[in-house]
């Protein structure tokens, strides 16, 4: 389906990197529903490396999102991404999971 392998192999490390309940976003999903599967977590999933910065701070001043899972470098490296993101929580194999910067910072 397209899915990201490391999904399977690091799930539980996953899963426990955001408190449950968390809103969060997520790429790259093609399905549009296995990444939040698999990490047990809502929120918006996005299919592929195109995911502008004015979008996440939308999500996040205005839909309550905290968290980003990502597999693409080309989204959270970009120096646009970089002032929205505040933590780095955890890196599995290709996934990165990092607390976002808040309301309005």
Not at 8 to 15: G, H, M, N, R
Not at 34 to 53: C, T
Not at 59 to 76: E, P, Q, W
């Amino acid at each position: 389906s397209g899915y990201n392998p490391d999904l399977f192999t690091y799930q539980s490390e996953l899963k426990a990197a955001v408190p449950d309940g968390s809103l969060c976003v997520m790429l790259n999903d093609p399905s549009y529903n296995q990444f939040s599967y698999m990490v047990d977590k809502m929120g918006y999933i996005f299919q592929d490396d195109n995911l502008p910065a004015p979008w996440i701070r939308e999500m996040i001043d205005n839909k309550g999102v905290t968290y980003l899972y990502s597999d693409s470098r080309a989204v959270d490296e970009h120096p646009d991404v970089q002032p929205l993101l505040d933590t780095l929580l955890l890196e599995a194999g290709t996934i990165r999971v990092f607390r976002l910067a808040g309301k309005g910072e």
